[in-house]
């Protein structure tokens, strides 16, 4: 008894032990979380790849570096590109945010003339211009993190890839599981990824696209700045792109410029919010049917957390945790098969 009992307290001390080492090193790399969920994002599109390339090339670090240098290539670099851009945007709108504001007021003093009704004092006006100056010098702020945790991605990447199926076997080995529950949670967790890793960036993307097309030929003000927000928007289910075009309508409206309105609401109705639609539908059998509140709770969860690629973290951290909320119940929640009963009283 008493080797027992001694057993049972040395256990309970190392759990307590691993629990609360794990909350402080979790706890000091939060601020690199970021790179730490794109690593493992990566590896799980990569991990084949760069094991058949592997066992071809018959040097397993050699593969690694011919993979991690081709998403140097062909995703840091665009992404890069793309934040410079951005930013640089940003940066200009942060020292002409009377002219950001300018559509916005002309509409409202239209509506004051016509109807009489002051939507927009002074004050209100300096207001947003210096939330909007804010909120640019937070994302500014934010580069320098973001390409921190852009070299955390590459490195963690580069070992991941290199010692995967070791990991791998070892993660397995400590998983509290049957076997065939790992295996289908693998397969889950996998079509989880692919479809927040890829499926929402090249659906934000392809609308911002097709959005900024059709804003340059109304010729919408700050075509730019108001495509890239209907590709963030794009991810909000339900509303997605229309929290930024139905205004745009309603802006021109209000200018009476009805051949613009119209023709940008019929635009956007057609092609921005279809082409969600048929993207989603060829990327159907890739892309994990997630319910639209998972999304919307992610997406505020992951910007909170992780800030802008939160957006695409969030809604699979959600997904996750009722995944393996689901797992725990399988395993161990889950009501004895009705044949078993019947033996029993046999």
């Not at 942060?94 to 004092?121: C, H, S, Y």
């Not at 076997?179 to 934000?204: C, D, F, H, Q, Y």
């Not at 963030?232 to 051949?259: A, K, N, R």
Request: aromatic content about 10%.
């Amino acid at each position: 008894m008493a080797n027992s009992s001694r057993e049972r307290i040395w256990k309970i001390t190392l759990i307590a032990l691993i629990i609360g080492l794990g909350l402080i090193l979790f706890r000091q790399a939060q601020p690199y979380m970021s790179g730490v969920l794109c690593a493992l994002t990566l590896y799980i599109l990569l991990r084949r790849p760069t094991f058949r390339l592997a066992k071809k090339l018959r040097r397993p670090t050699l593969a690694t570096v011919i993979v991690v240098l081709a998403v140097v290539l062909f995703i840091v670099i665009p992404l890069t590109l793309i934040v410079w851009f951005v930013v640089n945007k940003i940066q200009q709108a942060e020292w002409n945010v009377n002219e950001i504001i300018a559509p916005a007021k002309q509409m409202f003093d239209i509506i004051e003339q016509r109807f009489g009704i002051d939507l927009l004092t002074q004050d209100t006006i300096s207001f947003v211009g210096s939330k909007l100056t804010a909120l640019g010098q937070s994302i500014i702020g934010g580069i320098g993190s973001f390409f921190v945790n852009l070299l955390v991605a590459l490195l963690l990447l580069f070992f991941l890839l290199n010692g995967g199926r070791k990991w791998e076997q070892y993660l397995a080995s400590v998983i509290p599981m049957k076997n065939i529950n790992k295996k289908e949670t693998m397969e889950r967790i996998n079509t989880m990824v692919k479809s927040n890793a890829i499926g929402i960036p090249l659906v934000a993307i392809l609308q911002g696209v097709i959005a900024l097309i059709g804003y340059l030929i109304f010729n919408v003000p700050n075509a730019g700045l108001a495509a890239i927000a209907t590709g963030f928007c794009s991810i909000v289910p339900i509303v997605g792109t229309m929290v930024v075009w139905v205004p745009l309508g309603i802006y021109f409206m209000v200018l009476g410029q009805w051949g613009q309105a119209l023709g940008l609401l019929a635009f956007s109705a057609i092609f921005i919010s279809q082409s969600d639609n048929l993207l989603r539908f060829m990327l159907q059998k890739k892309m994990a049917n997630t319910h639209p509140l998972i999304t919307i709770f992610g997406v505020i969860v992951g910007l909170s957390l992780f800030g802008f690629i939160g957006i695409i973290f969030g809604p699979l951290l959600v997904s996750l945790f009722l995944l393996f909320l689901d797992m725990f119940r399988k395993e161990y929640l889950a009501d004895e098969p009705a044949t078993s009963a019947s033996d029993t009283r046999q």
